[in-house]
């Protein structure tokens, strides 16, 4: 990444440069850190450098097949603003919920993929990311709520709500308040009832922090052999925690906890998807299919060799079971 920002801020380096963004994307870094970064150099080395080392990102971009970056939109939602990320022009509408302590970018890895065909959202639910703004002080009905209005200012009448973890257990709060407005349903690494967990997770923040939760939860959300490797999703997923807002964090715990879904969803009567991951030790395949039963005419899927964080670290495996699921145009 510094090879790359001094070559595009000193200028006339074009070759150069665009073997040192092929070298930064073997590295690990994603197609958005490196149209960031040409943009950060705007600031310091001029807009005109800034704009060609964004032409040679974008060529190295294409050349390998690299997906664009979604482009991202700055909303108000309630009480509160936050960030959607948008990719796809045409086709139903799909919105996706990120998990407990990360952002709209846990769906990064497969919105690209998605948008074929479809128009894909993806945006930081409150006390995550960009939407710290938000008030500490709500529940699992708040967060409901807040999806709906999220997709009234998209001009969204119905969606096919897709959730992972935390983001699945606002998907079945919204879906039992309002299933009208949720064209179908997919629940990813969840739970449909609190765990004894959460209140235990919520009060280690309290008292010990944000530096404290990076062990257990990655341990919790990873393989040993991603965590080993260290590759972008464990990169991202740890500044993410490490960089929360404890008061946020323990409030998103809290609200969880308040998850009130079991035995609600019987008769939902849209399609739905149920996705586990074979390694998942937080939500385990067995607690999934539970929900799917559960859950009167719902797919099952157990991803092999996947753990909680499906998208971080089985990113392929989760777009093609997502993309046989949701209808494209």
């Known amino acids: 990444m510094a090879t790359v920002a001094i070559l595009a801020a ?6 150069q440069l665009a073997t040192h963004v092929e ?16 943009e950060h150099v705007a600031v310091y080395a001029g807009f005109p450098r800034a704009l060609n080392a964004n032409t040679v990102i974008a060529r190295v971009l294409d050349k390998h097949g690299v997906a664009r970056a979604p482009a991202l939109r700055r909303i108000a939602v309630r009480d509160h603003e ?20 990360l952002d709209w970018r846990l769906w990064e890895p497969v919105t ?66 309002e299933p009208e407005r949720l064209e179908s349903l997919a629940l990813l690494a969840t739970t ?28 919790r ?39 009130d879904v079991q035995g609600r969803l019987e008769w939902f009567g849209k399609p739905a998807l149920v996705l586990s991951g074979e390694l998942d030790a937080s939500t385990t395949p067995e607690i999934l299919a539970a929900i799917a039963e559960r859950l009167q005419g719902s797919s099952y899927e157990v991803l092999p060799g996947v753990p909680h964080m499906q998208t971080l670290e089985a990113l392929e495996l989760v777009a093609e079971a997502l993309k046989r699921f949701l209808p494209a145009a």
């Open 10 to 15: 000193a200028g006339g380096a074009e070759r």
């Open 23 to 38: 070298a930064a994307l073997r590295s690990g870094l994603t197609a958005a850190e490196l149209l960031a970064l040409a």
């Open 82 to 101: 936050t960030i959607v990320a948008e990719q796809g022009t045409s086709g139903p509408a799909v919105v996706l919920l990120h998990a407990l302590g």
């Open 112 to 177: 690209a993929s998605l948008a074929d065909g479809r128009r894909v959202f993806a945006y930081d639910i409150r006390g995550h990311g960009s939407a710290t703004g938000a008030s500490p002080d709500f529940t699992m009905a708040d967060a409901a709520a807040d999806l709906f209005a999220v997709m009234d200012v998209l001009g969204l009448d119905r969606a096919h709500v897709v959730g992972l973890s935390y983001g699945a257990g606002i998907a079945q709060t919204a879906a039992v308040a």
């Open 192 to 219: 449909d009832c609190p765990f004894d967990a959460f209140e235990a997770r919520a009060r280690s923040g309290e008292v010990d922090g944000m530096e404290a939760q990076i062990v257990p939860s990655l341990t």
């Open 221 to 259: 959300w990873f393989t040993p052999q991603a965590l080993a490797v260290n590759a972008w999703g464990v990169r991202y997923a740890r500044q993410c925690v490490l960089r929360g807002d404890p008061l946020h964090w323990v409030a998103a715990w809290r609200a969880f906890k308040g998850l």
